[in-house]
C-alpha cells in the first residue's frame, strides 16, 4: 500500500501545542497518524511535527494538519514514501535496554542473563511496545517500584497492551494474579500470542496466565466479568487516558492502583486534573525524557466521599 508523509519544522513550544490540539481533536481521522520529536539531539528546541496517510494528502487532510497549530500555520513538505512496514523498520536494530528488574532485547541482542533480572525479547512487529520508548520502559521501571513499595496484585489489566510486554512484566513481578491484556487493534493478538511463546509466558484464564482481547478501552463485557482490578495499565496517549479516567476508577477495586503513561510531561496536569475528578490520588510519578508515568490510586469510600 502507498503512503505518504507531511513534515512541519518548528520549535518545540509550537510542536508540543500542535499535539495537544490533536489530542483535543475527537473527530480526527483516524487514517492520518501524527508524531512530534525534536530533529537531532543537538538541537533539542528545533522539532518536527509528522503526519503518515495511506492516501495522496487531499487539500482536506493537508488543512487538518496545518489547524492544529495555534498561530500562523509552518510550510507542509510533502513526499510519497517507498512501501516498508515503518513501524517494524523502526523497531529492527534497537539496542536492549534496562529498566527496573527487566531487560528487553530484540532478537537480534543475546538476553542479559543476570541474577534478580527478568529478560524479555520482543521484536520488531506492527505493535508498539517493545521497552525502547521511554514511556514503556518508565512503566517497567515503575512497576518495580510499586513491587518494592510492598504493591499486593491479584488482578490486573493491560489496556492498550501492543506487544503485550508490561502484562508480562506485572505477571513477573505477581506471578498468581489473574491477569487481562486488551487492545483495540487486532493485529496485536497474534503478537501478544507469539511474544507470550517466545518468552514463556503462560495464555489462558487462569491465575498465572494471561487472557488477551481485543477491546476498545474498557468496552468489553470480559474486562467487565473479570474486574474490579487492583492494578490497571494503560500506556496509550493523553486524551484518550482523559477520556478513560472514569472508567478505570470504576473497574478499580478501592485502594487499587492505576499506571498511566503516553503523556507528555506538559499534558500531566490535564491528565491528573481527570484522574482527581474520578476519585484517583497521585502516589508517585516518573519523568523519563518528555514523558510522565504516573502511578496513581483509587480513593476508599470514605475519602472519596470526604
Excluded at 99 to 125: Q, Y
Excluded at 209 to 236: C, S
Excluded at 243 to 249: E, I, T
Excluded at 282 to 298: C, E, H, Q, Y
Aim: aromatic letters at 6%; a negative charge.
Amino acid at each position: 500500500m502507498t503512503s505518504w508523509k507531511l513534515t512541519a519544522l518548528a520549535p518545540r513550544p509550537v510542536i508540543e501545542a500542535a499535539l495537544l490540539a490533536h489530542e483535543d481533536a475527537w473527530d480526527w481521522d483516524p487514517d492520518i497518524v501524527i508524531s512530534g520529536s525534536e530533529i537531532a539531539e543537538d538541537k533539542p528546541d528545533d522539532w518536527q511535527l509528522e503526519a503518515w496517510l495511506p492516501r495522496k494528502p487531499s487539500r482536506a487532510d493537508k488543512a487538518a494538519v496545518l489547524a492544529l497549530f495555534p498561530g500562523p500555520p509552518p510550510q507542509l513538505a510533502i513526499e510519497q514514501l517507498p512501501e516498508t512496514d515503518w513501524l517494524t523498520a523502526s523497531q529492527q536494530g534497537l539496542e536492549p535496554i534496562r529498566a527496573g528488574a527487566f531487560h528487553v532485547h530484540t532478537p537480534e541482542h543475546p538476553p542479559l542473563a543476570a541474577r534478580g533480572v527478568r529478560d524479555f525479547c520482543i521484536p520488531a512487529s506492527q505493535a508498539f511496545g517493545t521497552g525502547q520508548h521511554a514511556t514503556t520502559a518508565g512503566c517497567l521501571a515503575m512497576l518495580t517500584h510499586m513491587k518494592r513499595q510492598g504493591v499486593v496484585v491479584r488482578n490486573c489489566a493491560d489496556i492498550g497492551t501492543g506487544t503485550g510486554l508490561l502484562a508480562f512484566a506485572a505477571l513477573h513481578l505477581w506471578p498468581r494474579a489473574l491477569a487481562t491484556a486488551s487492545d483495540i487493534d487486532a493485529v496485536c493478538v497474534g503478537v501478544v500470542q507469539d511474544n507470550a511463546a517466545a518468552n514463556g509466558v503462560p495464555l489462558g484464564a487462569r491465575p498465572g496466565e494471561l487472557t488477551m482481547l481485543v477491546a476498545d478501552g474498557m468496552e468489553h463485557p470480559l474486562l467487565t466479568v473479570r474486574g474490579p482490578y487492583d492494578l490497571i495499565i494503560a500506556n496509550i496517549l493523553a486524551g484518550p487516558l482523559i477520556g478513560l479516567a472514569p472508567d478505570f476508577a470504576r473497574h478499580m477495586v478501592p485502594g487499587g492502583h492505576l499506571l498511566l503513561a503516553g503523556l507528555l510531561e506538559t499534558q500531566e496536569a490535564q491528565v491528573r486534573r481527570a484522574a482527581r475528578r474520578a476519585g484517583l490520588r497521585l502516589a508517585a510519578r516518573l519523568v523519563n525524557g518528555d514523558w510522565s508515568i504516573l502511578w496513581l490510586r483509587k480513593r476508599s469510600g470514605a475519602l472519596a466521599r470526604a
